[in-house]
Nanobody
């Protein structure tokens, strides 16, 4: 069973930066396409960024393009999300997700495993 553990969330002022990490265990990380989702209070969980197993192909939601960067270190089974120029509307619980096999995934139903989430709060 694959386990995903996120870290790095916190409180930051608008314009600041945070770096999220997600460590995977119990599976073959190099087979997995990965993604970051976020869920603001009372709203749906939406895709923020996604990447293939190699990290060479990425996808970003329009709302974070140019500000967020998804990357991965397959040697350490770790997925990252670098978040710069943060805005209050980025406030949400951020989730790491893993797809056992296959290419870039943009739909929640394509992901097989989810982390517990980490809270990111951006103050104005």
């Amino acid at each position: 069973q694959v386990q995903l553990v996120e870290s790095g969330g916190g409180l930051v002022q608008a314009g600041g930066s945070l770096s999220l990490s997600c460590v995977a265990s119990g599976g073959t990380f190099t087979n997995m396409a990965m993604g970051w989702y976020r869920q603001p209070p009372g709203l749906e969980r939406d895709l923020v960024a996604a990447t293939t197993w190699s990290g060479l192909t990425t996808y970003y939601a329009d709302s974070v393009k140019g500000r967020f960067t998804i990357s991965r270190n397959n040697a350490n089974n770790t997925l990252f999300l670098q978040m710069n120029s943060l805005k209050p509307e980025d406030t949400a619980v951020y989730y790491c997700a893993a797809r056992k096999f296959g290419g870039l995934a943009k739909r929640k139903s394509e992901y097989d495993y989810w982390g517990q989430g980490t809270q990111v709060t951006v103050s104005s």
